[in-house]
């Protein structure tokens, strides 16, 4: 293994502080993600009224009194903690701990009747994504990551997949249009002839089945922090690596542009080809 390779698999390791994540802490994310899916699945291929935000994205009911109930029984299980979410104000902004929300991530794929969408909850622990849940609450799939735990589907242990070539890649992205500046686009551009399979669409998903071994590569940009912060433990529990563009840990603050790989030796390449 080269430098840089040896360089990213110790990344992969430490990508995450292995700060304690409570058992309590992870039953809360459960019940969290338990009370959004009640919210959620009386809404899945019902009429609902579609409203554009001022960034022009879907919003629903269900993205709104998800969010709500997570809030809720954030305010009475840990009132000292932060919140940011995607679809209210922030709130206690200055905590150390802090929930990440994205209520439906992916309203795009809900309202169509869809079930790719997913709901996306994180703790961060000084700006460092330490769990996170990807729920999938049609298909009753959930992802659970936590700092130095095995990453969990329903339960039951998950990993990533051995691939350490491009041209072998099963690569995904959600849409060739979240890349909307020239110079992410322009990278993109470079990447895409070194990949093999490149699908689109899927948001969340894409990330929880890097976790599980179906995809290898996941490249994205434009994205928010409610978009990414779950993810990040899940891809990391499961042997996976996350980083920005420029191969630096995810963390709050971070620009948004993301990779996710199931095999670390992947990443080298990867970044080298988005490298201006």
Same mark, same amino acid.
């Given at each position: ?118 709901? $996306?909850?994180? $703790? ?28 969990? $589907? ?62 290898? $590569? ?59």
């Amino acid at each position: 293994m080269d430098g840089a390779g040896a360089a990213v698999l110790k990344m992969g390791m430490t990508e995450i502080d292995p700060r304690p994540v409570s058992a309590a802490d992870i039953a809360l994310i459960h019940r969290l993600a338990d009370a959004a899916g009640a919210v959620i699945r009386p809404h899945f291929r019902q009429p609902i009224r579609i409203e554009a935000k001022a960034d022009a994205s879907p919003v629903t009911i269900a993205d709104r009194d998800a969010e709500a109930a997570i809030r809720a029984i954030l305010r009475t299980a840990c009132p000292g903690d932060g919140i940011v979410g995607e679809e209210f104000p922030d709130e206690n902004v200055n905590a150390s701990r802090t929930w990440v929300i994205d209520p439906i991530d992916g309203t795009q794929a809900f309202v169509a009747g869809r079930p790719l969408f997913g709901t $996306l909850i994180a $703790l961060l622990d000084d700006g460092v994504p330490v769990l996170g849940v990807i729920d999938q609450c049609i298909a009753g799939d959930r992802w659970v990551g936590a700092a130095g735990q095995v990453t969990t $589907l329903n339960g039951a242990p998950v990993t990533t997949r051995n691939c350490g070539l491009l041209a072998a890649a099963r690569a995904a992205t959600t849409s060739p249009y979240l890349f909307r500046r020239d110079d992410d686009a322009q990278a993109f551009q470079r990447l895409r002839p070194l990949l093999g399979d490149v699908m689109y669409g899927g948001d969340n998903h894409n990330y929880a089945l890097v976790a599980s071994g179906h995809l290898d $590569l996941v490249v994205e940009a434009g994205l928010k922090l409610h978009d990414w912060a779950a993810l990040v433990p899940v891809v990391i529990g499961a042997g996976g690596v996350m980083t920005d563009w420029a191969g630096e840990p995810l963390r709050r603050g971070s620009n948004g542009r993301v990779i996710a790989v199931g095999d670390p030796i992947l990443m080298p390449s990867v970044l080298a080809a988005l490298a201006p």
